[in-house]
C-alpha cells in the first residue's frame, strides 16, 4: 500500500472523530506551541540584552569607585590624560547628584542630575531632539547650563522646545542649551531620560560635587579594549596603591555574560516545555492502544484477505505520525501567534521566533508520533487473523 493512501486513511481516521483527535493532539500542540513561545522569548530577551550594551559601546569602560574619603577620589585632569594613550578614544568622568528638585513655572519634580563633560554624549550614543549637548567652553567657563533627557522635557515644557528656557535646580538657575532623544531603559533598568546633564565643572562648584565615583572610558578599538582596561588597573593600582576599593566593568565580557545567562535560559525553558511532548506522546500511545482495540476486527478481516504484518504496521504507525504531525502543525502556529502577540500587547518584551527551533520543535513532535506509535503499531500488526474475527 502506498504512503499517501495510508496518509488519507489516516486522515479519515483522524476527520471521524474530531473531538477525539483533538484530545488527543492536545497534549503535543501545549508542547510545540510553548518550546516555541519560550524560545522567543528567551532569544527576544537576548537580543535586547545584547542591543542595550551596544547602545552604551561595546569598546566601553566603566570605572567605579567603591570605597569613600580623599584616598581614593579621582582627578578630572589625571583622568583627561589618559587620552593621550593610543588605546583610548574619550574619557567622560561623571559625578552625581541622585534626586534634585527642578522646578519650572508652578511645576515642580524630582530627577537625578549628572555632571559630566563633552565626551559623554558621543560614548552614550546620545541624539539631540534639539539644541545642542554639552560643549567644552562650558566646563572651561562653568557655565550655568543643562541638557533635559526627554522625559524631563515632556514634564515641564509638553510639546514645546524648551531651549532657551530656564529651569531651577535646588535654588540654582540654568539655561537649558538642549533636549536628548528618548532612548528608553538599559540593562541596569536606569534611563537617560530622566536624567539632567549639566558640566561636571558647574556641578562641582554649585553643588559641592567633587568626588569622581563613575568614569567612562571608550577604548580605540575592540582590539584596545584589553589594553585599556589594563592600562586603567595599572593607573588606578598607581593612584590607590591598592587593588582594592574600585572595578572595571567590561562591556565586551558583560555582553558575553549576559548572552550566556539568556541562552541558558531559552534551553531551560525549552528543555521543560518538551516535557509536554512527551505527555503528549503517552496521550498519542494510550489513544492508539484504544483504536487498535476497537479496530480488532477490521484487522482480522485486512489479515484474512492478505495483509501482511507491516502493511498493518505502516497503517497504525502513520495514523499516530499524522496524528502528532497535526498536532505539531497546530502548535506551531499556536506558539508563532503567542511569540507575535506578546510582542504586539508589550513592547517591553520583544520576542524572536526562530526558524531552526521551530523546525526543530516539529520535527521532534512527528519523533514523538513515530516512537510513541510504534508500541501499538507492532501490537496490532501481531494480531492473529483467527483471533482478530473472534473479537467482539
Known amino acids: ?22 484530545l488527543t493532539m492536545l497534549g503535543v500542540i501545549i508542547g510545540v506551541g510553548s518550546v516555541v513561545a519560550l524560545v522567543a522569548i ?13 547602545g552604551l559601546g561595546t569598546n566601553l569602560l566603566v570605572v567605579n569607585i567603591q570605597n569613600t574619603g580623599r584616598a581614593t577620589q579621582l582627578n578630572y585632569e589625571e583622568l583627561m590624560q589618559l587620552e593621550q594613550f593610543s588605546e583610548f578614544n574619550w574619557v567622560a568622568p561623571t559625578i552625581s547628584k ?6 519650572y513655572d508652578r511645576t515642580k ?14 560614548m552614550n550614543k546620545v541624539t539631540m531632539a534639539s539644541g545642542r549637548f554639552i560643549a567644552e567652553p562650558d566646563l572651561e567657563f ?4 543643562v541638557v533635559l533627557g526627554s522625559d524631563v522635557a515632556k514634564t515641564f515644557f509638553g510639546f514645546l522646545d524648551p531651549v532657551g528656557q530656564e529651569v531651577n535646580i535646588d535654588g540654582v538657575v540654568f539655561s537649558v542649551i538642549g533636549v536628548m532623544e528618548q532612548k528608553g531603559k538599559n540593562i541596569n533598568n536606569t534611563s537617560i531620560d530622566t536624567t539632567v546633564i549639566m558640566p561636571l565643572t558647574t556641578a562641582q562648584r554649585q553643588f559641592k560635587l567633587g568626588s569622581l565615583r563613575t568614569t567612562y572610558v571608550e577604548a580605540a578599538s575592540k582590539e584596545d579594549v584589553a589594553t ?16 582594592s576599593g574600585y ?4 562591556q ?12 541558558q535560559m531559552s534551553y531551560m525553558l525549552a528543555g521543560i516545555a518538551a516535557i509536554s511532548l512527551l505527555v503528549g506522546g503517552i496521550g498519542i500511545m494510550n489513544i492508539m492502544l484504544v483504536t487498535v482495540s476497537e479496530r480488532t476486527r477490521e484487522i482480522g478481516i485486512r489479515k484474512s484477505i492478505g495483509a501482511k504484518r507491516r502493511n498493518i504496521l505502516f497503517q497504525f504507525l502513520v495514523e499516530s505520525i499524522v496524528l502528532s504531525g497535526l498536532g505539531g502543525l497546530i502548535g506551531l502556529l499556536v506558539g508563532i501567534g503567542i511569540s507575535y502577540g506578546i510582542e504586539y500587547f508589550n513592547s517591553s518584551m520583544p520576542t524572536q521566533v526562530s526558524l531552526w527551533v521551530s523546525l526543530a520543535a516539529f520535527l521532534f513532535s512527528v519523533l514523538v508520533g513515530v516512537l510513541f506509535g510504534l508500541y501499538p503499531a507492532n501490537k496490532a500488526s501481531k494480531l492473529r487473523p483467527i483471533d482478530a474475527l473472534r473479537f467482539d
Do not use: C, H
Open 247 to 250: 572595578e572595571i566593568l567590561n
Open 1 to 22: 500500500m502506498k504512503i499517501w493512501e495510508l496518509v488519507r486513511m489516516a486522515l479519515r481516521t483522524v476527520i471521524s472523530n474530531p473531538m477525539r483527535s483533538i
Open 109 to 122: 519634580a524630582s530627577y537625578s542630575v549628572i555632571g559630566t563633560n563633552d565626551r559623554y554624549g558621543s
Open 142 to 145: 562653568r557655565n550655568n547650563v
Open 228 to 243: 585599556a582596561e589594563q592600562t586603567l588597573k595599572d593607573y588606578l593600582y598607581y593612584k590607590f596603591k591598592s587593588d
Open 98 to 103: 541622585g534626586s534634585s528638585n527642578v522646578k
Open 252 to 263: 565586551n565580557e558583560m555582553m558575553k555574560t549576559q548572552e550566556a545567562i539568556a541562552a
Open 42 to 54: 528567551g532569544q527576544g530577551s537576548t537580543a535586547k540584552v545584547s542591543d542595550e550594551i551596544s
